[in-house]
Antibody, heavy 121, light 106 residues
């Protein structure tokens, strides 16, 4: 069965860096676009970034552009999010999700359990 | 950027009720609209994609409709496990979520 497991979250001081990982299993990872989505405490869902199946295409929300970098290693079935210059407002649960291309748009059909990032002094 | 606005923001209902949640896009998004359910402490779960297609494994009491700018999620007969927060999401231009609708027990 499809599984996505995030890791790497934790407490970091504002201005610091963190690298999140998402280990995928149960499907052909290299066939799918992947995405990161976050949820601040008590708030709604916010799209952060996506990466194409071969890493050729990436996209970032304005809120993280220039600070976060998405990448993947298809040999290791893993997705990554390098987060630099972290701010208090980056505090959130970060989810990785698989992107489903249903020919009428894109949806997120499988999600990890999430990893909490706290940027605080 | 395309803005997604859900209404209501919260809703109280009883088991067995028929419930409708609305999502409005700031511009036409054709049928590029998805619905998710999220329970406390859990990841979201895809319910409906392409405005009206039921995701595999999702009970048939959930249905979606709409096109252009106005969309609805309907739960035909509420079950105890349906009390959760629901989000719409557009994929016409990158991705944007609505602010969520919290469905509570009356």
């Amino acid at each position: 069965q499809v599984q996505l497991v995030e890791s790497g979250g934790g407490l970091v001081k504002p201005g610091g860096s963190l690298r999140l990982s998402c280990a995928a299993s149960g499907f052909t990872f290299s066939d799918y676009y992947m995405t990161w989505i976050r949820q601040a405490p008590g708030k709604g869902l916010e799209y952060i970034s996506y990466i194409s199946s071969t890493s050729i295409h990436t996209n970032y929300a304005d809120s993280v552009k220039g600070r976060f970098t998405i990448s993947r290693d298809n040999d290791k079935n893993s997705l990554y999010l390098q987060m630099n210059s972290l701010r208090a407002e980056d505090t959130a649960v970060y989810y990785c999700a698989r992107v489903l291309d249903d020919s009428s748009g894109y949806s997120f059909d499988y999600w990890g359990q999430g990893t909490l990032v706290t940027a605080s002094s | 950027d395309i803005q997604m606005t859900q209404s209501p923001s919260s809703l109280s209902a009883s088991v067995g009720d028929r419930v409708t949640i609305t999502c409005r896009a700031s511009q036409s998004i054709s049928n590029y609209l998805n619905w998710y359910q999220q329970k406390p402490g859990k990841a979201p779960n895809l319910l409906i994609y392409a405005a009206s297609s039921l995701q595999s494994g999702v009970p048939s009491r959930f249905s979606g409709s709409g096109s252009g700018t106005d969309f609805t999620l309907t739960i035909s007969s509420l079950q105890p496990e349906d009390f959760a927060t629901y989000y719409c999401q557009q994929s016409f231009s990158i991705y944007t979520f609505g602010q969520g609708t919290m469905l509570e027990i009356k």
